[in-house]
């Protein structure tokens, strides 16, 4: 059965030092700006094909706004509405925001606010950022080390199963990987409606927090692109948290960094693995098998730190980045 | 809409020199061989989920057999069937072949023989083989420059549009990019029901013959590996006909060579760019556009030579690769 | 017995188009403008230790000016001085240019201008262009896919022989790689006095002139960037001339452009292979030895054009790009 | 001044478990069994030059036997002996090992066993060996992630400073990049004669032991290789100390194992930076400056255990890997 859901649109994070935020996703990760409205600016990655997939706001705390995703259809929009309004977690049509049409607000259960749309504005390159190739949007950037596309958000949660089951039966994602920790207990989900093994994941949040944002990952398609970026960052003061390595999780080579909002940032190096089985089975990492533990996290490379699995945002008391140490 | 097809199983080739087709599969492109059954050797590449993705059978000339796609659920392969029915192209369901269960046998109107099914069987890796990457179906073997799995076919066709049409009209493969020749004639058409560009390519077939094989193309996702896999070639004596080098088309980095039993064989060491936009408008090169001819096939690397453009299996009078010269 | 020289130091060359050629090697190979002065700018790598490693001048043709090299030690430089007044070559000492000392003007038997020195500028970075890598005199640029350091330098030659042997009995040069054309006659030469295998390479010039300059090439240290730049190259109108692909001789992963100006530069992807051995026999690629002709210049990956073997700077008459075609 | 040694030759090691470290070297490394003799076993990697690079014998414990050093020339070794005999370091001719002509024996102060040698013998590839790229002495193997060249050996050194200034005084290295700990302690140099920052590095012991063996390192010269012997590492169960990481000493990639016999083995995945500069100023990394102390080890990438700086070959009591723990 397929999903009503076709795609991840983009992503709205709030951030403490805006133009700091824009400053590390332009000159860095080599995005262009589309757009600057009020306490926001639009960015996109040069084969993201509309017009934005990332909306920074000015805020005093780092964080979410919200995930937008676009429906497979007018048709499928229109069920997919159907289908949350009956959870009773809908939050209704909102007008019109810059670039994306009509969109119906909705929140998971854990409380992340989301919302899903079919209209949307694609980008229209004026003649100096055209590409002879013609699948490009736009020509690769000459600034930093230029990611090409939005890959996935990964999300906080207190429930897992609660909020991985409403992707699955709202909105139809399917389960491709899970983790089941100490007891039994279902610490990560990886969902996905394409071939990516995830657009979304979810994460266990144990500082007892609800709603909280974990990274949006983009994507450069080539290993040495993360060793190019890490040492930039190494050499601009970024801070690195993890990686470059490989998941055992969706084999995708990896790099965990904060933008100077507070924000973490993944970096995909590779498209790990693909699914196109339409039967699939789903992958169950389980710390109760040997070796499992650190598989799924870390295939090979150096471990994550203790704030991968703690540091979220908004910060929660006692759990900054200097609260949990390396 | 989506497609009744969900991907691309399996290839059956022909080879005149079978032992060496299998040294070449298995030594350098570091496949494993699942089973050996009559004159026919059945293959799989450490991360293609099923029992076999290749197999190769003795025969007088190269060419392909069959294809083998896999419909999305049980009822997409009966519907799937129903309308290849009404085409007059069917051929009848066909015994169970090895690791594959019920199929039912048609044709495209330039006479490729194809089958859709629903059963098959998955590699189950014994002891020595089984990796600790869950997702992983077999651990990464020690020889030659192990490719990942199966991406894509490529079919000469005498007349792409009708072929294309066939496709997109009774099987749902959606036209993701598309290349106008001289006079304004369909010469190139790629076509999927994934987020991949393609699954199957068609290609116009200059020398008059029908149904025949362009190429079969494997996947690595690291481009350092096509420039690896060509130093070994170079050291081997395959013999390399194009690239590495990055297409326009599908955007991917990829190499052609020849198997020992002279089809054509294509590594991709990328994933090139993946399409999600459920609203996809195909990408059209046309040759009347400055550019379009030369970028289409090629981004950058070297060109492709004339034989790319009239060499095929089986082989017909006077398009040998003798008599195309470079 | 070692060479009075230790290293290649900077190239001059001349642009009829300086501003141009300025932003191609700024913005695309990401070099830091270390001066201006008069009609000249002074470039560097960001791995490049001293002041500058490329001088670009205005004038109506491109072509060299001169190539600098650094003497082992104070004594070598005068034991070098002596030998090549020796040769009659000689062309005295010459004031300080910008942040070079005291060097000694030379001619090779072709024509070509060289100096060599000891005393010179190293670059001192300003604060802001500090790293934290000691090694690195300068934070790694955040423009286009940055070069690492200066490489080596091909000059054209009417007499490959004679100019091969001016370098090696007068500079200490070792030839390291020999090219052996149609009837016994020498038409390359890989020359140097450290373990790369070539700072100085000798083709054959046949268009009779005398003293011309063949390319530069800077140097990256990781294949993918070639295919970044290639990339980039394709998206911003820069004419490549060949590669990406691998060398026979040197076995460097390479790319051949024109910088505006029209002076051929080389990229290359990694070291090749290293020379260590204090009794090194040089690797010599005969023509009359199948394979060796397109093996010693093209490993593998697509052939050299017509220009790389005719084409020169400065551009002498029924030699243009345009004139050789592909 | 130049060395009388021109390069590192060969390095012999000791193997509890002699037929499992072969494999480990022979199928995942790719190196070729050159000879068997007596308790022996001598290896070369396809671009080693010489005949072996690597003798393994079996003993009881792991640990070093000797490291062998080629001199610059006949007369060098002659020069050589004398320098050293006047240390009484020195212990006299030995007879003809396999493939190595006369060889002096000595000693550093700290006890490491070496020994220079002029004559041996070089690689002569049998037919099916032989490669058409006329540089590599041998085919490309198909076996595992082939390593190209021996790069460089470690040593664990009670007194650091005493040894290092031995290498230079005595014969002749430079010293390319110093480490300084707690109190102003010199506790890493790492010492080269040709433009690689080190043929040997030494670091200090703080075992107490003297005399330890730390790592041999092989050579790819391509970053993506780290990443795909890690990916072969992680699937056959061959423990990965650190990396694939960025060195800030030497700015090489980086990948440490242990060998089945309880030796260190590093992979090198790119050159780092290379030294032409006749006049180079020491690279000094100083625990009192900030950032040091991290960045000389890891310029980016997972930190290195404990291991890495307390484990050396012969293991000493309460140094085993266990002791240590991660």
Redesign the interface.
């Known amino acids: 059965m397929?999903s009503d859901i076709?795609?991840?649109v983009s992503l709205a994070l709030y951030s403490p030092k805006p133009e700091e935020s824009v400053t590390f996703f332009h000159?860095?990760l080599g995005m262009e700006i589309s757009h600057r409205e009020g306490q926001s600016v639009y960015l996109r990655a040069y084969?993201d094909?509309y017009q934005y997939t990332l909306k920074i706001t000015e805020a005093s705390q780092p964080g979410m706004e919200a995930v937008t995703w676009?429906?497979?259809?007018p048709e499928a929009l229109a069920q997919c509405v159907a289908h949350i309004e009956q959870t009773g977690l809908g939050g209704g049509w909102c007008a019109d925001d810059y670039a994306h049409g009509p969109a119906y607000r909705f929140c998971t259960p854990d409380g992340h606010r989301m919302q899903v749309l079919w209209e949307l504005d694609y980008f229209d390159a004026p003649p100096d950022l055209k590409?002879?190739?013609?699948?490009?949007p736009s020509?690769?950037p000459?600034?930093?080390v230029p990611v090409?596309?939005l890959d996935h958000v990964n999300l906080m949660a207190g429930d897992v199963p609660a909020n991985r089951a409403f992707m699955q039966e709202v909105l139809g994602f399917k389960l491709r990987?899970q983790k089941i920790g100490e007891g039994g207990a279902e610490v990560g989900a990886w969902l996905s409606v394409?071939?990516?093994?995830h657009e979304l994941a979810l994460m266990r949040d144990a500082s007892g927090a609800r709603g909280r944002f974990h990274h949006v990952a983009y994507w450069y398609?080539?290993?040495?692109?993360l060793?190019?970026i890490?040492?930039?960052?190494?050499?601009?003061g970024v801070r690195?948290e993890?990686?470059?390595?490989?998941h055992?999780?969706?084999?995708a080579?990896f790099l965990y960094c904060f933008e100077p909002g507070g924000n973490r940032v993944e970096l995909f190096g590779?498209?790990g693995?693909?699914i196109?089985?339409?039967d699939w089975q789903t992958?169950?990492?389980n710390v109760a098998n040997e070796?499992?533990l650190e598989?799924?996290s870390i295939?090979?490379?150096?471990?994550l730190p203790k704030s991968f699995y703690r540091y979220g945002t908004p910060v929660v008391g006692g759990h900054s980045l200097e609260d949990i140490g390396r």
């Open positions: 397929h076709a795609q991840l000159d860095l084969e094909f676009r429906a497979a259809s590409s002879k190739l013609r699948s490009r020509k690769r000459l600034r930093g090409r596309r990987e394409s071939a990516l093994v398609g080539a290993p040495q692109h060793l190019d890490a040492d930039i960052f190494s050499d601009y690195i993890g990686g470059p390595a490989k055992g999780t969706s084999q080579y590779d498209t693995y693909l196109f089985d339409p992958v169950v990492w070796g499992d598989k799924s295939w090979f490379g150096g471990a």
